[in-house]
């Protein structure tokens, strides 16, 4: 189902890019993230993540974006390991054409969970993949093809129905979920366009 929610995102934006005429602009972003769980006494993460999307036209944007946060647990005899590996597929408004251009927007798709772990010499990996959305809220200032944007999203990651580690939008109990803060501010550079 990943490959084809993920195989489904670039048929759509590429399809959207070849149909729109040519004052659309296509945008890469590079950003640094801040991972804040919702859970009494959790510590905050920092991650980092890529974004690829298309202006299709000039006030609103469809793309794909992939974050990586990594958490870890040390003591005497035993070390974990988890990282977070969201790839979604976004959507985003952009309320104003001025030089600050403030945004709503959405993204859906697969959270991916690696942990790793070793107690006592012994080691042991588990893989998850579970179905999650953010709705957000930014802000971008575009200077020529370079910008800069931040944005706040509210993650909610949903538990698999049927209890197995592959998560889609058809398998995830909407019931319970995992939720979490995140914040990533970046650069964007704009290719095309006027």
């Known amino acids: 189902m990943k490959k084809l929610f993920l195989t489904f995102a ?35 993460l920092y991650g980092a993540g890529l974004q690829a999307k298309v202006f299709v036209t000039e006030q609103f944007a469809v793309g794909v974006g992939v974050k990586s946060i990594k958490e870890e647990f040390k003591g005497t005899g035993y070390e974990f390991t988890n990282t977070i590996v969201p790839i979604t597929g976004m959507f985003e408004y952009y309320l104003t054409k ?9 993204e859906a798709g697969v959270f991916r969970s ?19 959305a953010a709705p957000k809220l930014g802000i971008a200032i575009p200077i020529g093809n370079l910008g800069i944007f931040a944005e706040g999203s509210y993650n909610f990651i949903f538990d698999n129905k049927d209890g197995s580690n592959n998560g889609s939008p058809t398998n995830a109990d909407f019931s ?8 990533n501010a970046g650069l964007t550079f704009g290719f095309g366009g006027k």
């Open 10 to 44: 670039i048929l759509a934006t590429a399809f959207i890019a070849t149909t729109q005429k040519a004052n659309a602009q296509f945008s890469l972003g590079i950003h640094g993230s801040y991972f804040a769980p919702d859970s009494k006494d959790a510590k905050g």
């Open 98 to 106: 001025g030089v600050v251009r403030p945004y709503v927007g959405a």
């Open 114 to 132: 690696t942990l790793k772990g070793n107690v006592l010499g012994v080691s042991s990996e588990n893989t998850t993949s579970k179905f999650g």
């Open 176 to 183: 319970t979920s995992s939720k979490f803060f995140m914040v």
